[in-house]
């Protein structure tokens, strides 16, 4: 198997990190991963900011968790109710990914860039953790605050994040694939 197969095969959502702060390089490399993703015409239309603010960090999670609480479904409301629950997992750092609400497929042009850099963090040997929670604070009371707080223009919107840093568990067991069905018509 080439490393690159090899990298995203082993690849887990980390869920426990430990507070020290990756090398400022490392992400940067991990940010770049982001930033090369393919998008919908070459457009390129997304917006990268990466949060290291342990102060910022915690108060997108009360944010997020407010909101959460309000949700009509049972699994948020239950996770917005947990004093001590972070929908980061602690994680030192959160790169939140934003786009251009103009342009065509700009979800996937995020996602994609998303998942460059969980394979990114992956490859350097750090932990990585898609956090779709962080739309929650975008969507919440406190959205605007929050977008003129890491400068996101009005135009975009943050469709996906991505929480980094050195993982306390550092292989989980792969769980058997169920679904994700894969047919060949020759």
Known sequence: M?????????????????PDMPDEAVVRAIVEAGRSAPSAMGRQARLFVVVQNEHLLKEFNVAVKEVAATRNEEFYRRIGNIKEYNVFYGAPVLVIVAGDSNKPMIEADCAAANQNMLIAAESLGLGACWINFTLFAFHG???????????IPSDYNVYCS???GSKVVDRLEKKAIEGNEVRFFE
């Open 141 to 151: 009371p406190r959205a605007e605050e929050f977008r003129r707080k890491i400068n």
């Open 2 to 18: 080439n490393e690159t197969l090899r990298i995203i095969s082993r690849r887990r959502s980390a869920k426990k990190f430990l």
């Open 162 to 164: 991505v929480a980094v």
